[in-house]
């Protein structure tokens, strides 16, 4: 398999089969993931469609699914109250994607590599955090249209968790049995033993849970009302007689908005998680690829930025590459592109013909599969296996959650960054050269072998080991394995050659450049 980018029926039955398991899979995800973020749920299933058709037909990646991503949710949730309308909120997605089309023509796709992984992954679980305590009012059957603002104070001398903590006055019997049994079954689902058995293989356990959710509700209708779930605990979908009527289903951009300066903001922030989310899941779902292929990540930010472009024009929420529907495509033997548009398709035809059946999931199957989307954001091994990397990575980590539960997402991930960028200058400037000696006394052989970049930060350091050297050594600076030495550097190399004359240092300089030249080689 040599193409990357191609569409061939020569692996028909494979991608066919691939895209029904990603369908399945996508279609409660895309659900679950416009409740969490406050919008319309039919925003969910466009964002869907526009990732399984566009982008897939524009990206050069052959495996990997894009949709609505639960990375996005908090940034979503959070600019719909800023901006006051959705319609607002589309226009900044349509923004969004410009923006990343812009990035893929400045061959931007590298930025991956300059966003720390302490941070990154702060990030994605403090998202699981707030995932988890967002849809525990759902899952108890409380409607918190009053918890769609996210901020950490709120009105009435409350806050977010005191909020989420009174929705357990509001119990509803049957939403906690449903959410409860569909938990039950997303874990199950994980087990390795049950893995190995073919019903569990192609059945997704999230459309296992949501169906099993409709009929327990639907029971419950015709044998204990008490328990019966309806009106704004069910899904609500529109539904279309008519083509006319599908066609104005779609909700566009406000463009009067152009004047907003938070717009833009909310535009460059989605750009950069959205990139940023896509990048990290197209990297992961090449290293699953049985054939190795190797996503061009400048042409994956033009597909995105166009998707993100389409789904804002037409009432979609943003979107990225997503490693759980790529991974279940990889895990369903998908080929090439051709699984993922077969999926894009399918969720087409379902919102079209299968809507008033949609209408009769209980919200509280939703949520229980974004507890569990969340927990597996935010589970405990990574807190455990993050502290046992070390503070340099544990503390950008945990302040990067802290601060984004008690702020907003842009704000968190800034301290976040302030925090690695902490550790990375102090380990920067330990770490510019190895120095080799054997003792350090008059008359000592030191070695002193720079690293192959050392900058302007890693003066302070060379120069307060230059300044220790004992007297009447022998001192080797090595530039050797050096691709670029700093001018700030080198100035204080050279400025060391008085200083060994008075110390009797015997200072022997190898492949060091003269002061003021760019070394490189």
């Given at each position: 398999?040599?193409?990357?980018?191609?569409?061939?029926?020569?692996?028909?039955a494979?991608?066919?089969?691939?895209?029904?398991?990603?369908?399945?899979?996508?279609?409660?995800?895309?659900l679950?993931?416009?409740?969490?973020?406050?919008?319309?749920?039919?925003?969910?299933?466009?964002?869907?469609?526009?990732?399984?058709?566009?982008?897939?037909?524009?990206?050069?990646?052959?495996?990997?699914?894009?949709?609505?991503?639960?990375?996005?949710t908090?940034?979503?949730?959070?600019?719909?109250?800023?901006?006051?309308?959705y319609?607002i909120?589309?226009?900044?997605?349509?923004?969004?994607?410009?923006?990343?089309?812009?990035?893929?023509?400045?061959?931007?796709?590298?930025?991956?590599?300059?966003?720390?992984?302490?941070?990154?992954?702060?990030?994605?679980?403090a998202?699981?955090?707030?995932?988890?305590?967002?849809?525990?009012?759902?899952?108890?059957?409380?409607?918190?249209?009053?918890?769609?603002?996210?901020?950490?104070?709120?009105?009435?001398?409350?806050?977010?968790?005191?909020?989420?903590?009174?929705?357990?006055?509001?119990i509803h019997?049957?939403?906690?049995?449903?959410?409860?049994?569909?938990?039950?079954?997303?874990?199950?689902?994980?087990?390795?033993?049950?893995?190995?058995?073919?019903?569990?293989?192609?059945?997704?356990?999230?459309?296992?849970?949501?169906?099993?959710?409709?009929?327990?509700?639907?029971?419950?209708?015709?044998?204990?009302?008490?328990?019966?779930?309806?009106?704004?605990?069910?899904?609500?979908?529109?539904?279309?007689?008519?083509?006319?009527e599908?066609?104005?289903?779609f909700?566009?951009?406000?463009f009067?908005?152009?004047?907003?300066?938070?717009?833009?903001?909310?535009?460059?922030?989605?750009?950069?998680?959205?990139?940023?989310?896509?990048?990290?899941?197209?990297?992961?779902?090449d290293?699953l690829?049985?054939?190795?292929?190797?996503?061009?990540?400048?042409?994956?930010?033009?597909?995105?930025?166009?998707?993100?472009?389409?789904s804002?024009?037409?009432?979609?929420?943003?979107?990225?590459?997503?490693?759980?529907?790529?991974?279940?495509?990889?895990?369903?033997?998908?080929?090439?592109?051709?699984?993922?548009?077969?999926?894009?398709?399918?969720?087409?035809?379902?919102?079209?013909?299968?809507?008033?059946?949609?209408?009769?999931?209980?919200?509280?199957?939703?949520?229980?599969?974004?507890?569990?989307?969340?927990?597996?954001?935010?589970?405990?091994?990574?807190?455990?296996?993050m502290?046992?990397?070390?503070?340099?990575?544990?503390?950008?980590?945990?302040?990067?959650?802290?601060?984004?539960?008690?702020?907003?997402?842009?704000?968190?991930?800034?301290?976040?960054?302030?925090?690695?960028?902490?550790?990375?200058?102090?380990?920067?400037?330990?770490?510019?050269?190895?120095?080799?000696?054997?003792?350090?006394?008059?008359?000592?052989?030191?070695?002193?072998?720079?690293?192959?970049?050392?900058?302007?930060?890693?003066?302070?350091?060379?120069?307060?080991?230059?300044?220790?050297?004992?007297?009447?050594?022998?001192?080797i600076?090595?530039?050797?394995?050096?691709?670029?030495?700093?001018?700030?550097?080198?100035?204080?190399?050279?400025?060391?050659?008085?200083?060994?004359?008075?110390?009797?240092?015997?200072?022997e300089?190898?492949?060091?450049?003269e002061?003021?030249?760019?070394?490189?080689?």
């Open positions: 398999m040599k193409s990357t980018n191609s569409i061939t029926l020569k692996y028909f494979n991608d066919l089969s691939a895209g029904l398991v990603v369908f399945l899979v996508a279609l409660p995800l895309c679950g993931i416009a409740l969490a973020s406050g919008a319309p749920l039919f925003s969910g299933i466009i964002s869907g469609i526009i990732g399984g058709t566009v982008v897939a037909f524009t990206s050069k990646s052959a495996l990997s699914v894009s949709g609505p991503a639960a990375g996005l908090v940034i979503v949730l959070n600019a719909i109250t800023q901006l006051g309308s319609e909120f589309l226009l900044a997605v349509v923004l969004a994607g410009l923006i990343q089309i812009a990035l893929g023509y400045l061959k931007a796709g590298i930025i991956g590599y300059y966003f720390p992984s302490s941070v990154i992954k702060g990030m994605l679980a998202i699981g955090i707030i995932l988890i305590l967002k849809q525990i009012p759902y899952a108890v059957g409380y409607d918190p249209n009053h918890l769609n603002n996210l901020n950490f104070i709120q009105a009435e001398g409350e806050n977010f968790f005191s909020r989420i903590l009174n929705s357990v006055n509001f019997p049957g939403a906690v049995l449903i959410a409860a049994i569909s938990l039950f079954i997303l874990v199950i689902w994980e087990l390795p033993y049950l893995k190995k058995h073919t019903f569990f293989k192609l059945v997704p356990g999230a459309l296992f849970a949501v169906v099993l959710g409709m009929l327990i509700n639907e029971w419950f209708k015709s044998n204990d009302p008490a328990f019966y779930l309806s009106g704004e605990k069910l899904v609500h979908l529109p539904v279309a007689y008519s083509l006319t599908f066609i104005h289903q909700t566009l951009p406000d009067n908005a152009f004047g907003n300066y938070q717009v833009y903001v909310v535009a460059v922030t989605i750009a950069i998680i959205a990139s940023l989310e896509s990048l990290l899941s197209v990297e992961a779902v290293k690829d049985p054939y190795k292929r190797n996503t061009p990540t400048n042409r994956e930010l033009k597909a995105q930025g166009l998707g993100n472009l389409l804002g024009l037409i009432g979609g929420l943003p979107l990225t590459a997503v490693i759980v529907r790529s991974s279940a495509n990889v895990n369903a033997g998908g080929k090439t592109k051709l699984s993922a548009i077969i999926h894009g398709f399918l969720l087409l035809l379902s919102v079209i013909g299968l809507a008033s059946f949609l209408n009769k999931i209980p919200l509280a199957c939703l949520a229980a599969l974004l507890l569990m989307v969340g927990y597996k954001l935010a589970k405990i091994p990574l807190f455990r296996s502290f046992k990397l070390g503070w340099d990575q544990f503390l950008p980590f945990i302040v990067t959650i802290i601060a984004i539960q008690f702020s907003d997402l842009l704000k968190g991930i800034g301290i976040g960054m302030v925090v690695s960028l902490f550790f990375i200058l102090r380990n920067n400037y330990k770490r510019s050269y190895f120095f080799h000696k054997e003792s350090h006394h008059a008359g000592d052989k030191i070695i002193i072998e720079l690293t192959e970049d050392v900058t302007f930060l890693n003066k302070g350091s060379i120069a307060l080991t230059l300044s220790h050297l004992p007297e009447n050594s022998w001192v600076i090595d530039g050797r394995k050096s691709h670029f030495i700093d001018i700030d550097v080198l100035e204080i190399i050279h400025d060391f050659k008085d200083t060994a004359k008075l110390k009797n240092i015997k200072l300089l190898k492949s060091i450049p002061f003021g030249r760019v070394f490189g080689n």
